[in-house]
Every structure is written in structure tokens, then in C-alpha cells.
């Protein structure tokens, strides 16, 4: 099994801002996925993350708006940026398990921009 | 296309009661992986339950279980003898062969009444 912290937990912005949401693994994965969820809404990936490569982004999802980091097998930033209140939602990362089984999940970061 | 739908956007249930969330999914490929996700009002993302396509037997994780219907196509979710703290949203979710992108179904909102 793999534990994620995710920090922020939650973050009220100003609109025009930026905010970088952290992600940490207690061990050393090889893929680590980026998810928003509007309100009331399932959940829709934005980037694929690898370390030592560009992020994969997903239809939709650019990387000037949501620049990623991914520096070790353990670590990955996302960046929300240019902050407008459409970007309110919460965002989750995850990691795969090596099996392929579960996918473990951070403990989200609510996002609201006034 | 690959799809996971979920037809129930909510359902109230008796406390102590069991229930069935309902989730089918369509793919052509032959391996792929179920899931089930329990999103509490907090906003993380707590894994329950993992159904692989070539697993004969049905998964069942305490009082989670999967009833996998394979010639169906559907992977419901069973909680026996529910809880008030197992209201929350609940997601269905899918990964085909080796792909780790999970497929979302849009959730069903389950509320246990005291």
C-alpha cells in the first residue's frame, strides 16, 4: 500500500492567483495522477505525472494552467494558475500500485476562488 | 467506447439495512479492473473494493462486497448492514488491461437514516 500526503488540505485564493497543491509518497512510484472534481461532479484527470518527463495532460488541460512537477519517485507538485472561481473544485493526486489493484488516493485539496 | 455508468444518483437507506449500488461498465477488453471509491464530505477518496475481470470468485472486503455479473457487465457494490458513517458519495471505477487511467462513473450519493 502506498500513503499520500496532500497539502493543502484546503485554500480559499483571490481570483488572478496561484496556488501549488503538494503531493508526497511514502514510497517510490512510478506514475502519479492528477484529478479535479468540480462540485457535484466525478472526477476527471488532468495530467499524468512520470519522473524525469513532461507531464502527460488530458484533453482540455494545458500545461500553462496547470503546470506539474514530478522531481523523485516520491514527490509531485500541481499548480493552479491564473486562479478564476471556474477553478474551484477539489483536486486529488493518486499513485497506481504495482498490481494495478488500487489506486490510492491524497486526501484532496478544496479549492475555492473568489 | 469504455464507460462506466452508474444509474442511481442517490439513494436513502435504513440504518442496519444492506444496499446495492449499482454500476455497469462497457469495454471490449477482455482484462480490465473494477473499483469501487467512498468519497466521504471531507473530499478524500477511500478505496473499498478491487475486482479483476479474470477473478472467478467475488470480491468482498468486510462488509463490502462485489457482485460481479461478468455477462452483464456489472460490478455492484454491496454494504451490509449499514452504517450511518457510510453516507457519502460512492464511485464506481474501471482500468483496462495495463492502462492505470481509472474510468469514472458519475457516483451515487448514499445517505443512511437513523
Known sequence: SAVISQKPSRDICQRGTSLTIQCQVDSQVTMMFWYRQQPGQSLTLIATANQGSEATYESGFVIDKFPISRPNLTFSTLTVSNMSPEDSSIYLCSVDTSANTEAFFGQGTRLTVV | ?114
Open chain 2, 1 to 114: 467506447a469504455q464507460k462506466i455508468t452508474q444509474t442511481q444518483p442517490g439513494m436513502f437507506v435504513q440504518e442496519k439495512e444492506a444496499v446495492t449500488l449499482d454500476c455497469t461498465y462497457d469495454t471490449s477488453d477482455p482484462s480490465y479492473g473494477l473499483f469501487w471509491y467512498k468519497q466521504p464530505s471531507s473530499g478524500e477518496m477511500i478505496f473499498l473494493i478491487y475486482q479483476g475481470s479474470y477473478d472467478q470468485q467475488n470480491a468482498t472486503e468486510g462488509r463490502y462486497s462485489l457482485n460481479f455479473q461478468k455477462a452483464r457487465k456489472s460490478a455492484n457494490l454491496v454494504i451490509s448492514a449499514s452504517q450511518l458513517g457510510d453516507s457519502a458519495m460512492y464511485f464506481c471505477a474501471m482500468t483496462l488491461g495495463s492502462n492505470y487511467q481509472l474510468i469514472w462513473g458519475a457516483g451515487t450519493k448514499l445517505i443512511i437514516k437513523p
